[in-house]
């Protein structure tokens, strides 16, 4: 007498082997590395031209809209 297949068994797997589709698409793609060299030096480079007066500024602006938000 044969057994009957595991249903359960069976859909398991197929998630299993779709879950591992998208992980192999996903590692293999460069979806999450910016796209531009300019991109990568961002608020460092924006930081270096600064002065610290106007690093300070901008830092109090950004702490005053933060405690003035209204819940």
């Known amino acids: 007498m044969q057994k009957k297949p595991n249903k359960q068994k069976d859909e398991i797997e197929l998630a299993k082997s779709?879950?591992?589709e998208i992980v192999?698409?996903?590692e293999s793609e460069d979806w999450n590395k910016?796209?531009?060299i300019?991109?990568?030096k961002?608020?460092?480079a924006?930081?270096?031209k600064l002065t610290p007066a106007e690093r300070s500024a901008i830092?109090?602006?950004a702490a005053q809209s933060?405690?003035?938000k209204e819940s």
């Open 59 to 61: 830092a109090k602006k």
């Open 42 to 44: 961002g608020g460092k």
């Open 66 to 68: 933060r405690w003035n």
């Open 34 to 36: 910016p796209k531009k």
């Open 24 to 26: 192999e698409e996903t």
């Open 18 to 20: 779709i879950f591992d």
């Open 46 to 48: 924006r930081a270096a």
């Open 38 to 40: 300019s991109a990568q």
